[in-house]
Structures are given as structure tokens and as C-alpha cells.
């Protein structure tokens, strides 16, 4: 059985930083798409960032716009952990943020309906 954990998330004023971490077990996490979602209060669930796996040794990243240039996702596959460095925060950043895990390899953006496994989701909150 596939488990992701959060951790992480916090009160930061705007400008500030954080970083989030999501550690992975019950899956070869090496062979996995691992991605980046959060859903505002109110708002439909979004994608912020993926690092997906190519089917080889090579990994690609991908950025919501909203986030490209501030935030970095990396991941550790000896650790099994994927990670969301977000720099210059802003108060519309403020969100639940999940971690989500897929089987499909490729490029490009994470799909909400592709991943087969999530985590409970780490509150992040930017004050002004």
C-alpha cells in the first residue's frame, strides 16, 4: 500500500520561505511521477509542480506558471522523499498542499485524474 506524508507546511509572512517535503513508501519511488497540488479554500484542486520520470535514469520538471521561477521540486530517491522549495511567497499561495504519485511517465504537467496515490495534504498560510 502506497503511503505520502506531508510535512512542512506553516504560517510565513509574504516574501518568506518554506519548504515542503513528501516521504514515500510502498512503491519503487524511483519509477514514479511525483507532483505538487494544492487547493485554496473555496477553489478547485490545482497543479503546482510535477517531477516526472522518463522511463530512464532522467527526470523532468514542470511548473505551474504561477509558480515557475519561486518554487523548486526536487526529490531524493535514496530517501524516497520529493520536495517543494518555495521561495518569495505570496498571500494567493496560501493552501492545502498535497503530494501526489503516478505510475505514467512522460513530460510535462501532472493531471489531478492520473494520480493514483495522495497524501493528506500540509497547510501552508502567507500573511501580508
Known amino acids: 500500500q502506497v503511503l505520502l506524508v506531508e510535512s512542512g507546511g506553516g504560517l510565513v509572512q509574504a516574501g518568506g520561505s518554506l519548504r515542503l517535503s513528501c516521504a514515500a513508501s510502498?512503491?519503487?519511488?524511483?519509477?514514479?511521477?511525483m507532483g505538487w497540488f494544492r487547493q485554496a479554500p473555496g477553489k478547485e484542486r490545482e497543479f503546482v509542480a510535477s517531477?516526472?520520470?522518463?522511463?530512464?535514469?532522467?527526470?523532468?520538471?514542470y511548473y505551474a506558471v504561477a509558480v515557475k521561477g519561486r518554487f523548486t521540486i526536487s526529490r531524493d530517491n535514496a530517501k524516497n522523499t520529493v520536495y517543494l522549495q518555495m521561495n518569495s511567497l505570496k498571500v494567493e499561495d496560501t493552501a492545502v498542499y498535497y503530494c501526489?504519485?503516478?505510475?505514467?511517465?512522460?513530460?510535462?504537467?501532472?493531471?489531478?485524474?492520473?494520480?493514483?496515490?495522495w497524501g493528506q495534504g500540509t497547510q501552508v498560510t502567507v500573511s501580508s
Open positions: 517531477i516526472r520520470w522518463s522511463g530512464t535514469s532522467t527526470y523532468y520538471t
Open positions: 510502498g512503491l519503487t519511488f524511483s519509477r514514479y511521477s
Open positions: 501526489a504519485a503516478t505510475q505514467t511517465s512522460g513530460r510535462g504537467p501532472m493531471s489531478s485524474w492520473e494520480c493514483e496515490d
